[in-house]
Every structure is written in structure tokens, then in C-alpha cells.
């Protein structure tokens, strides 16, 4: 076999694998919709196995939770833009220290200084779409290479973009299945969660943060503001582009 038909054979395999896992999200996003988180994440795990992992923007815990009582060691991967709060690189470290999984951490090609020479300083407030792009999409998509499936903490009542995110779909632009146990949940449901398990959330929750991003682009919320307003204030950007 020639290496051209080789890369051909490579190619034609992995377009039927995609097809057979779209076709599973798609079936399962329809049989588990009214499942509980637990039982998303343990199919996720018994279908999967170490070809799925969890990815955390360490707001708080509670998939990466869930997760590690389906798969005990579960890869939790974190995006480490170089922007984060103190907070939320201490809220990483103290997962990785106290939970059963395995915490990957995902850094860009460049390091900030090395953005700002070749693109300008404060990247982020002249075209927060590159710098997302730079900083986030392109390592998660090189990270997400080995796997099969991930897990998101998405929730429907976020934002009106969330609305109808599925427990079980599938990630077309990674041809990934995507797995959001907690979308159907509320803010109390993840309060409740968090309180009976003690499950570690980022201390910025407490200080008038509703969703917690990169340092320059996130501030607190205003009393009647959904938990999506502090991010991009004032810009019509409210995804960062990994969830589309």
C-alpha cells in the first residue's frame, strides 16, 4: 500500500467513525434527555472510557465532580489563557490536589508577551475574537485531538444562546461528541449540588462574579443582569467561541 492510499484509508475510516458517533449523540441527546446528570456522565464513561475527559473553566467543580464518581481519574482539561484570575488558577490547583481526576492543563503556542509583539498590547480589547481564538479555540481544539468526547458545564439557563444546548450532541466543528449532564439544571440545582457535596468553587462567586473568564474581559453583575453579562461588557460578544 502506497502512503497515498494509506492517508486515503486513514481518511475514509475517520469519516465513517464520525458518522457512527454522530449518529450516537443525535440518538442518545433524544434517549437521556430526561436522565439525571449522574447517569449522562456514567454512559459517557462505560461508552468512552479514556477517550472522554471534562473541560473547566474553573468556575466551579461540579462536572469535573460528577465526572470523577463515573470515571474515578477522569481527565479534566483547563485552558490556561495567561489572563485568569489568581483565584481561578488557585481554584485549579486545589481540584487537582483533593478530587480523583487527572487535570490537564492547556496553554497557547504564545505566551501573552510573545501575542503582544507580534499583534499589539491589550489584544483582547481591540478584537476580543482573535484573542479568544488565539488563546482558547486553537489549544482546546489541539487538545481535544485524543478524544472522543467531552463534557462542558453548559447550562440552558445561562443565556438565551445556551437555551437549547442538548445533554448529548454532536461538536461539528471538532467532530466531537459534546455532553452537557447539567444543561437542564438551574443556578439552585448547581447552589444545591455544591452545598451538599462541599464541592470547591472559584472564591470569585462569592465577590459579585456570575461567570468567571479571562481577568480583562469579566466583571461583576449588576443586581437583574443575567450570569452572562459581566463578560464583554458593553461589546455584543458572548461566547468566546468554543461552545459556537
Not at 95 to 123: C, F, H, K, W
Not at 181 to 204: C, F, K, M
Not at 210 to 236: F, H, I, M, N, Q
Request: proline share 5%.
Amino acid at each position: 500500500m502506497t502512503a497515498v492510499q494509506a492517508d486515503a484509508e486513514d481518511t475514509e475510516h475517520g469519516t465513517g467513525r464520525d458518522a457512527e458517533l454522530k449518529a450516537l449523540a443525535e440518538r442518545t441527546g433524544r434517549d437521556l434527555e430526561d436522565a439525571s446528570a449522574s447517569e449522562i456522565l456514567r454512559w459517557a464513561a462505560d461508552t468512552f472510557g479514556g477517550k472522554f475527559c471534562v473541560t473547566s473553566s474553573m468556575e466551579d467543580a461540579v462536572v469535573a465532580h460528577l465526572a470523577s464518581r463515573a470515571l474515578p481519574g477522569v481527565d479534566v482539561v483547563f485552558l490556561d489563557t495567561g489572563y485568569h484570575f489568581p483565584e481561578t488558577i488557585g481554584t485549579r490547583d486545589a481540584v487537582e490536589a483533593v478530587m480523583d481526576v487527572n487535570v490537564i492543563t492547556l496553554t497557547p503556542r504564545q505566551s501573552v508577551a510573545e501575542q503582544d509583539a507580534q499583534y499589539g498590547p491589550r489584544l483582547h480589547d481591540r478584537d476580543p475574537d482573535l484573542c479568544c481564538a488565539l488563546r482558547k479555540v486553537k489549544p482546546l481544539e489541539e487538545g481535544l485531538a485524543s478524544y472522543e468526547a467531552w463534557a462542558t458545564g453548559l447550562r440552558r439557563d445561562e443565556s438565551p444562546t445556551r437555551a437549547n444546548t442538548p445533554v448529548v450532541g454532536w461538536d461539528e466543528k471538532r467532530r466531537k461528541v459534546k455532553i452537557s449532564p447539567i444543561a437542564r439544571w438551574s443556578q439552585e440545582d448547581v447552589a444545591a449540588y455544591v452545598a451538599e457535596h462541599g464541592v470547591l468553587t472559584n472564591p470569585l462567586l462569592m465577590d459579585g462574579y456570575a461567570s468567571v473568564g479571562c481577568a480583562p474581559c469579566t466583571r461583576r453583575v449588576l443586581e437583574g443582569e443575567d450570569a452572562r453579562a459581566g463578560r464583554w461588557a458593553g461589546r455584543s460578544k458572548t461566547e468566546c467561541g468554543l461552545h459556537g
